[in-house]
């Protein structure tokens, strides 16, 4: 059982209300009270961690600005060794991220593909050897997602049929729902990947370009391999574009 042992009112109710969501079984103490005998996690603020720490149990110490890290953990902890933190994504112009302790999806998310890598990194800080696994479809992409995490195992997952069939008010949900099939299968350990866009990738960048401009103007052919490659996005590439003088719309 979680217990939840601080007087810090702030981190209290963030903590007890994330556990509610996850309609997980909990009682809270204050912080110099006996544990319960059926604990087996504590939750506790910084400022009482040294009343708790000398217990048997494992103690999380939580910050009032980040309570669902904190019931993460303790949730983690309770599944035992089954709760492996693994993050699934499922790319795109806003990928799909789905993180799972062991079986048991604990956060979804659905961002912007430059938003992407922070929000991973922040949902594998401080776990416990944590894996993410990447579709290789959008392979521009999950190209740049894959090269952009450091400091994390990174697999490659053939995403051939892991979006599901949505019926009637699920819509919107699919790539959510494909990062966690994603998140489930073993891939391939990956530490970077190369690419050579198509020409048909490199003319939708192009395309896309002209879109943006306000002038109608579409960026060059190595601009848009720096785009395809994630060194630049699209208002980046548009503002060297304008830098060098390149006036003349490119057309092909």
């Given amino acids: 059982m979680i217990v939840v042992a601080t007087s810090d009112f702030e981190l209290y109710h963030g903590v007890v209300n994330e556990l509610r969501d996850r309609s997980a079984t909990f009682t809270t103490v204050e912080p110099d009270e006996a544990l319960p005998d059926a604990t087996t996690v504590v939750i506790t603020g910084p400022d009482h961690d040294e009343d708790v720490s000398a217990t ?41 991220i789905a993180v799972l302790a062991g079986e048991t999806v604990v956060a979804a998310f659905q961002v912007p593909l430059g938003d992407a890598v922070d929000v991973i990194e922040r949902e594998v800080d401080d776990a416990a050897d944590p894996i993410v696994r990447i579709g ?40 959510v729902l494909a990062a966690v099939n994603i998140a489930r299968l073993e891939g391939e350990v990956v530490d970077g990947r190369e690419i050579e866009p198509t020409a ?8 896309r370009s002209r879109e943006h401009s306000e002038t109608n103007r579409a960026i060059d052919e190595m601009l848009a391999r720096r785009v395809a490659a994630g060194e630049l996005t699209i208002e980046e590439a548009l503002s060297e574009h304008r830098s060098r003088g390149d006036d003349a719309d490119e057309l092909s």
Avoid: C
């Avoid at 149990?57 to 890290?69: G, K, L, Q």
């Avoid at 952009?148 to 019926?167: C, K, S």
């Avoid at 048909?200 to 395309?207: A, T």
């Fill in 56 to 96: 048997s149990v494992t103690t999380i110490v939580a910050s009032p600005d980040e309570p669902r890290r904190a019931v993460d953990q303790a949730l983690t902890a309770v599944r035992g060794e089954g709760g492996r933190t693994i993050v699934g994504v499922d790319p795109g112009k806003k990928p799909g």
């Fill in 200 to 207: 048909g990738e490199l003319q939708v960048i192009k395309d």
């Fill in 136 to 175: 290789d479809g959008a392979r521009l992409q999950s190209t740049k997602l894959v090269n952009d995490l450091e400091d994390v195992r990174v697999e490659l997952v053939d995403e051939t049929a892991t979006t599901p069939y949505l019926g009637t008010g699920a819509r919107g949900m699919e790539d």
